[in-house]
């Protein structure tokens, strides 16, 4: 795998193709996001029985370009407290990751009847994305971890209380998720038995199961993954339920609320654009990506997007209908959802596959028949895994038991003097 | 010019010095962590020079437990700060002394 | 809102208790206040050296929440039609009255005390170590009508900003047409 | 229950919750940024939240003393919204009173003119007609409906659930309609006068009350299943905000707080009012006294206004809308035109106000907030001599501290919601 | 040539931000600094066709362990600037310098002056002398992943296990070290157990 | 040229066939994309968030985002009566608020003190900050908010106000009376050169 143009050496028409695939998908991403801030608004007023923004422009679409206008002619101001080199630096490291995540992500293609989804532009094969890294998943990952220290940086450079509240609970919120995301992340690259983005569409680009149900990672690894990746992705996203990052109700404005004027859009920018590059994420890893049936009249790559943008929305609305609808977690809700409920069981998922695959290659041999081996495995698997979860849920009780003696608390409901 | 083994191992022992130094000079428990880090960043870049040099992976692999070991010394280490510090906010090594029995 | 039977029976029954009648000729006693009827409710008169004894009783005989506390300047009540304060004998008019309302929720009454306070000397023990929730109450009749409540933890301004001067509902504390205040933020 | 005691500070185990420290000593204290604030924990902040702070539903400022996002002590500072209405009070005749006292709680204002009218009333000695009667029971439980869905409305926004802030808006709308059909106005009304009512219910009003029945139930399906049922909701405010009957009682809490505790207390059924002996209600009751009773009561006493609204619609008599007594009530529009003497009457009384005998009296009724008194001086004037509003969320706002203790910042914030103050009855 | 201005620039990087480590007063700014040097680092890793350890080195170092440094400065609030100018220890500073010369004069010399060394240290550590996998072997754009696996899994499973018992005896003894019981001073969890 | 900018912001240009279309494109996202600060003070808050809802709806006019912190607020709605200890406050917050910004006084106790002609209550806000659109009634409905809204977009589009306010001095140029026992009269100077 890995970008065929790159294969052999490098000239200069690869450098002018690399760089106009990165100045497109910028582009493409700003407009992406531009859509998306308004898609939202829009959205959130249907839920709630409003019209959303219909005077900029037609049906409101120019909204966001008019908050981004007037934003960039505001008054700028750094608070005195400020400490002004990192106050200046936190929104390009809260912007910078947003934007290169999406260079791994393949947006378009033909990957029906065996195709790698490669087109070809001045006579070199390529994929439509960025960039195809042999380790793109890990760079991912890498710039999911990084985009924490755009909020938290800001939240400390901030130099007031509240912003500092929220920066605490960004990196709080940031290591807990980390983890999850990763480990139901691995469940995919598990069955995938690749890193490459594109290597993981191709993967689930084939015939399916019964000729219907497509050979989707949703379904190969069995659902738990993919909700645990779509509620760990939330909190990575700080989005609600889980934005108590910026929690307008108990931090004012959380991290940004010292910020104004362009540096405050690159914050807002950053967050839709996190959310868009997330979809699209979840949409390669689970739903495969732009593969999907070529109906012909269309040429196959653009197909491709047309099944890559409808799996997008998808997403786009579902995070924008949490946000119409699910109260705010608690700061200590959110770490006991974490690290007491979505760890353990995306690890305990992840041994489950692995078992699985290691009695699929032979290399578990229980009983003769293939299927009764399967079966065994799964059985015992799950077995270890309710004495566990048994285990460590009677460990938490105890836990909180003790916990509670110590506070001298332990939570008695009062019964009240009825008169 | 080309960039040849011999740079990179240069290199890693400025960075290990550096980070030697460091730890000699500051007196901040967090810092001294940080340029312990710096040491062991060098010497996972001469672990993997030399995995090239000598074309084994054995080098890689020992910076993958290099990797590892740093995470668990930092989340023990910094568990020492924080009992620390809440006992006493800072901000000296020399405070350090108060952990004996 | 006038009281039921069930009231007066709880009223002798508090009389029989505290054995009323060591005070004035006629003059109806509980707690050893003098008491008197205003538009069908019950009120007593304590004196202010009492106050918070009576207070006292008054919890122990179960009146188990202090309702309100306010505070009323007689100054000028007799303006225009020479109207005159109605007090049972024995009790002296003040200029300034705090009132408290008492309530019992057992007995589902209520019962009202009006307490005589000096102009020259405002001040009249606090209710708050009896009825902590005459905390707010009695800070808010400090900040506007200036009187002292002695033995209250917090006793500071409550509505008014911390600086300001005088107490707006006393009577010689002209109502409005004031000319605007305004301090510039000291700290930005 | 026989209370021996003699003093309920005892009651009060966290009575050192209440941070006491006066204004300028915090602003000190913060102007020294993130120091300790002394005391044997310095790990501790001081964070001011308030005036203008998103959650506080208005301007209440709340000094916090914060261990990270915990919340050690808190003082509630108040005053902001200061107006003067008690000493406005003064100046004003007792028929433009409730013009006074119906902007204080701006969510139920007409439960402020009802109590002024009930304590002018009680002064004067005069019987208002039956319909009358009715007529303010059916608005004031309407009022209740939609100062509660208020509640629901910025519950729901203070725990993130933001569509909720949209639907508790939607539902009062309708009810806010009815009340400009009747009253001409959306807030402030000015509706309940001394002496009866200013209007009588429009033609159709049945109508309109009749669709609000219909509509209301639906809707509040909707919220039980939006946020009584959503697990967040539940995990968010269950066991928040704890308060017992006993440190309810001993803070003076009225209204739904005193009724989350099991204390089944409320003046409309045990110090009757208007016609409430005659109509049927249940007293919704909590158990735990924790933030989520008091969002289910609120939710359920919607419930219990609407059965009330509904008797009204069935048994509301007829008659006269305000008492006919020339001394008080100013004569019908129809006779102005007529009558040389009914002009004089009718600006004699708009200017110069009736006179109310001399005398004291303390009325209360129950607000959705709790209990909503009017302590009224007259000295035979017309103009009250001294008005005092005992305001419910002024003395409610006194639990914060005590129910906030060793939460979190969150938990703050959910409480406050619970609570639910209208500032402008705070600071009057 | 391109090679060589990259290792320039990213060495530059990797040293500044090393000093920046140890000259920056302000913990915070020192942190970043860190965050620069291992940013570096990856970036010589990748120059060396080690991809999957150089974002490993990002996820593990600036994604994890530094955030984690940032965590407790502000959960301590220690970000004040700390004095570096005044000395604790009379001539630290000189001897410290001294001794640090000596230590990079010790390490160049042993790394140019000693002779070729034997496999020892592996053949005691693994029991197995041979090489398994040659780098050379793999593809320019392939990753070295799989290669890493089958040595981690093969060769070196016993000490892959004894790390994972290590991770998880440091956690355990993280979160016992802070939950002080019953002490007066505050409760500062970890972040995996937030308190209620 | 950049002094003028520095100073005026914008508006101190010398118009040219380039910056003039540029100003009117900038008026249009402003009038389009005013945020209101968070600010309610009384009953007419209550009716500046049922203008928020979904009989109204603000968000038609891109003002559903209503920002908490002063620092991202465009217009700075006065809802309800400015008590004595609230005007340094909100005097405050208009300063923490960033140029452009716009001030609506709504409602009669925010632009005249309305019926409350007290010691409590400041005698209309302008005399703290200077206001661009008073919305009368007590409280306004939501619909003559929107109408003071609309205004206010309208006179944001068309540049009058930051023209009209440099003409006065930036704003409000209020001595203030001294009052027994307070401190001595102050100029308040708003405008630009903080």
Known sequence: MGEPYLANGVDWGDLVLAVGKAVIAFAVLLVAVMLMVWFERKVVGRLQNR???????????????????????????????????????????????????????PVAGDFSDGGNGSVTIFGRETFIQVADLPVGILFFLAMSSLAVYGIMLAGWSSGSKYPLLGSVRATAQAISYE?????????????????????????????????????WNLIITGFVPFVVFLIAGTAELNRPPFDLVEAEQELVGGFHTEYSSIRFALFFLAEFMNTVTMSAIIVTLFFGGPAGPNLGFLPGWLWGFVWFFLKLLVFLFTFVWFRATLPRLRYDQLMDLGWKVLIPVSLAWLLVLAAVRLVRGGQIDLVTDDFGNTLLVIVACFAVLVIGGTLLSMAIRAARQERLAEKGLIAVPSEGTRS | MVVTDTWYLVLSALLFTIGFVGLLV?????????????????????FVTFANALDDVAGRTAVFFVLVVAAAEVVVGLALVVALMRRRPLLSADDLTALRG | MSDTGETEQAETDVEAETGAGDGAEQQEMLYGCPVTESRGQRVIHPSRDRWAEVAGELLVDGWNMCIDVTAVDYLTYSRGDGAVRRLPPGVEPQRFEVVASFMSHVRRERLRARVQVPADDPTIPSLYAIYPGSDYLERE???????????????SRILMPETWQGHPLRKDYAVGAIPVQFKAPTAQ | MTITEESQLDRLPRRHAVLRMSEVRAAELMADEGGPIGGENDQTMLINMGPSHPSTHGVLRLMLEMDGETVLRSKPVVGYLHTGMEKQAEALTYLQGPTNVTRMDYAAPLFNELVFSLATEELIGIEIPPRATWIRMLMCEMNRISSHLLFMATNGMDLGAVSMMIYGWREREQVLRFFQAVTGLRMNHNYIRPGGVAADLPDGW????????????????EYDILMTGQPIWRDRLQGVGVITADEAVALSATGPILRSTGMAWDLRRDMPYLAYPEVEFDVVVGSYGDSFDRYAIRLNEIRESMRIVRQCLERMPEGDFRAQDAKVTPPPRSRIDESMEALIHHFKIFTEGFKVPEGEVYVAVESPRGELGCYLVSDGGAQPYRMHIRGPSFVNLQTLPHMMADGLLAD???IISSVDPILGEVDR | MIDVITFLITGAIVLGGGIGVIVLSNPVRAALSLVASFFGVAVLFIMQQAHFLAFVQVVVYAGAIVVLFLFVIMLLGVDRHEDIRAEPLAGQRPAAGLLGLMVLALILGGLFLSGPGGDDGAVALTGTKSRTAPISQLSESDSDITVLAQDLFTRNIVAVQATALLLTIATVGAVVFVRNKGGEDVVIDDPGTARR | ??????????????????????????????????????????CCAIEMMATGGSHYDLARLGMEVFRASPRQADVMIVAGRVSQKMAPVLRQIYDQMMEPKWVISMGVCASSGGMFNNYAIVQGVDQIVPVDVYAPGCPPGPETLIHAITTLHDNIQNGELLRRRDARGAGANITIEQRDGQGAPQLVQLGRDR
Not at chain 1, 78 to 98: E, N
Not at chain 3, 142 to 155: A, K, N, S, Y
Not at chain 6, 13 to 42: C, M, Q, Y
């Open chain 6, 1 to 42: 040229m950049i002094s003028n900018i520095q100073q005026d912001g914008l508006e101190g240009l010398d118009h040219n066939v380039i910056t003039a279309p540029l100003e009117k494109l900038v008026g249009w996202a402003r009038a389009r994309s005013s945020w209101p600060a968070t600010f309610g003070l009384a």
């Open chain 1, 179 to 215: 983890a999850a995301l990763g480990l139901s992340l691995a469940a995919v690259l598990l069955v995938s038995g690749t890193l490459s983005t594109n290597g993981i569409v191709q993967a689930q680009a084939g015939e399916g199961f019964l000729g219907i149900i497509p050979r």
């Open chain 4, 206 to 221: 049945r109508d309109d009350v009749l669709y609000l029945l219909d509509m209301l139930p639906h809707r509040l399906e």
């Open chain 2, 26 to 46: 500051r007196r901040n428990p967090l810092i001294m962590f940080m340029c312990v880090e710096l040491m062991l960043n060098a010497v996972n870049i001469t």
């Open chain 1, 51 to 105: 019209l959303g923004p219909n005077v900029a422009g037609p049906f409101g679409l120019l909204q966001t370009l008019a908050d981004g206008m007037k934003l960039f002619f505001k008054e700028d101001i750094i608070p005195t407290r400020a400490d002004r080199f990192v106050f200046q630096l936190a929104p390009y490291l809260s912007l910078i990751p947003a934007f290169l995540t999406f260079a791994i992500i």
């Open chain 4, 412 to 414: 703050a914030v959910a």
């Open chain 3, 141 to 155: 009749v400090f900040d506007l009508m200036g009187i002292v409540f002695e033995g209250h933890p917090d006793l």
